[in-house]
């Protein structure tokens, strides 16, 4: 095992004898010393992280620390998947046009999908710049857009509509007719 920058890294040795290991340990061990291993350092998280990385890995630690249950872990990974069309830009590189632009996408969706998508945005970009990866909140003056969808009016059935439903379920092979009946 070695330790660079206090990361474990582990090293494998084989040989036919037990003298051939032990030497190829030393020459790793004299090589090291040396300095003839160059220690690549990780990227700045500020310079390359996605979108899409850093809410997955909101959604992921929510998870981990049991602050959100499974089904809400799901919907939120269901939501993160409307996120693609700009899921992979780097998010200093996302600006209020570029939220203004996808939210627009975005208003074909019911009013609930809307919500959710922007609240997943916005707690992205909180976290973004809590964890200094941006100095400005691209979405500070971004109102929560509107749906696009016309509101359907429901209504009840009446006792004759009912009757004649129970009737079609209780007679005729309805696919979902026993938890419609129910």
Do not use: W
């Amino acid at each position: 095992k070695c330790e660079i920058f206090g990361e474990e890294k582990r090293k494998s040795f084989y040989g036919k004898t037990k003298g051939e290991v032990d030497q190829q340990i030393r020459d790793f061990k004299r090589r090291l010393k040396a300095g003839e291993f160059k220690v690549v350092e990780e990227a700045d998280p500020s310079e390359t992280i996605t979108l899409h990385e850093l809410a997955e890995k909101i959604i992921e630690d929510q998870h981990d620390l049991n602050e959100i249950s499974d089904s809400t872990y799901d919907r939120k990974c269901e939501t993160l998947k409307k996120l693609a069309p700009i899921g992979n830009v780097r998010i200093k590189d996302i600006t209020e046009d570029t939220v203004k632009k996808f939210l627009i996408t975005q208003m074909s969706y019911s009013q609930s999908i809307i919500n959710k998508v922007y609240q997943m945005l916005k707690g992205t970009f909180d976290e973004a710049v809590r964890k200094k990866y941006i100095t400005e909140h691209p979405m500070v003056s971004i109102k929560k857009p509107k749906t696009k969808q016309e509101k359907v009016k429901v209504r009840a059935l009446t006792l004759a509509e009912q009757e004649e439903l129970l009737d079609i379920l209780k007679t005729k092979k309805v696919l979902y007719g026993d938890q419609m009946l129910l």
